[in-house]
């Protein structure tokens, strides 16, 4: 048995900008070993991202049912085979979010379901239809967003990078009590559920698993973490993080480039 002197039973971490590197590898061989040592401490580990689940699976390859997942931003959770949660938006919210959308052409808006996410012709390019598909697998064409049948999770408008605050505040005035902005930043904004974040989804693995949020620990890089970094015991922000992400963390550990959740996990789960 390998010590786990801090009795960790859950390991959380967003992707983009934290577990990833830059050009989107991460040392497998190091990894696989780390997740060894965790089993044999019965600690989880958990992928919690604003990206498309079927996107986050795939980094994982012949493995991905040994993970849990949060994906969506909180708005998708399962744990391993199984499916816990699924956020639902209200008919009401998604009216009120596409005649809002309408009003600022130069927001590229992606609508996300639980089958699939969905571009509107004639409202985005060809280009930024194959960029997004990078993060969302399963992504359609459609000719009118109202016409789409499938559960909606949330909303995923890219703005401006430099009208990333202003478009948030915009958002979080036109929208209240319907849906919450939330941002990884570099344009790119979250319309969430409201109480579905990240941290809800690991309080769902929390209770299904009958552990302590003090037994949790997180790694993120974003605004969209910051629920997360606050709810577990043990809050990393990674260096290439801003500032604000840094103050709300216990710790800051080595940027996404030096494998800085690899180091980490290194240190908390070492080897005999």
Known sequence: MNKNPYDIKLVAMDMDGTFARRDYTYDIPRFKEIMTRMKDN??????AS???????????????NELSFVAENGAFVKDREDMLFSA?????????????????PEV??????????YCEIGTVSDEFFELTNKYYYRLKWVDDFSLV????????????EEKTEDY??????????????????????????PNCHKAS???RLVQRWGINPKQCIAFGDGNNDLEMISYCGRGYAMENAPDNVKKAADYICPSNDEDG????????????
């Open 42 to 47: 019965d600690c989880q580990f958990v992928v």
């Open 50 to 64: 604003g990206n498309q689940y079927y996107q986050l699976r795939s980094l994982f390859p012949g493995y991905y």
């Open 88 to 104: 639902d938006i209200s008919r009401d919210a998604i009216v009120a979010t596409l005649e809002l959308l309408k009003k600022y």
């Open 108 to 117: 590229k808006n992606v609508m996300c379901g639980l089958e699939s996410a």
């Open 149 to 160: 049948n499938d559960k909606i999770l949330k909303f995923a408008p890219t703005v401006p």
């Open 168 to 193: 948030c505040e915009l958002f979080r005035n036109e929208l209240e009590g319907l849906l919450i902005p939330t941002s990884s930043g570099h344009g790119s904004v979250d319309l969430i559920a």
């Open 201 to 203: 989804g690991l309080e």
């Open 261 to 272: 959740v690899l180091v980490i996990l290194d240190q908390l789960f070492p080897k005999n």
